[in-house]
């Protein structure tokens, strides 16, 4: 979860054979395996949510991480962070966009085990082809040159993880990713980006997995 100095963070108290104990609300959820990627992905959200997964995951081999996911995307070498440590995870991932999956969130989204990469209704998920960000690239041709041949590469490595994980040609991924790419959740379930559409109902039969 993001950290943001303008926001209150709840408190939940809970009643025990000693007594009320409290916790922040987002500590509450980490207690139930629950870890949140909310807002743009960069260096100190990525730091966060790994450690997060790799506490969880010294906790139990066998019991699911849930994560929920609403991203418009963010710095992709932040998000390969988080990807690669989802993908390491010996405890079943899953993974469901709620409200949008955006860029890098969509492959955050895809990174959940087969079987267990969830959407709600109305999300909104969404493609593209790596950009590059600032005003303007300077400096010397074979510098630029050298840029581009990384963004290029980049952007190889982005849409083979799209294939491994939707199954779709990597003609069609390309072509798909030219441009902006918005996709419902039922057109993203259909895609292979996720297995499945949550009614309200599910979701919290599914975090009981």
Known sequence: MAN???MVIPTVIEQSARGERAYDLFSRLLRERIVL???A??????SLVVAELLFLASES???PINVHINSPGGVIVAGMAIYDTMRSMRCPVATTCVGMAASFGTILLMAGDPGRRYS???ARIHMHQPLISGGGISGQVTDIEIHAREMLRTREIINDIIALHTGQPLERIQRDTERDFF???EEACDYGLIDEVLTLQDWKKRDKR
């Open 41 to 46: 992905i960069e260096e100190n959200l990525a």
């Open 4 to 6: 943001d100095a303008r």
């Open 61 to 63: 081999d066998d019991q």
């Open 37 to 39: 990627i909310n807002g």
């Open 183 to 185: 996709l419902s959740a």
């Open 120 to 122: 709600l209704p109305h």
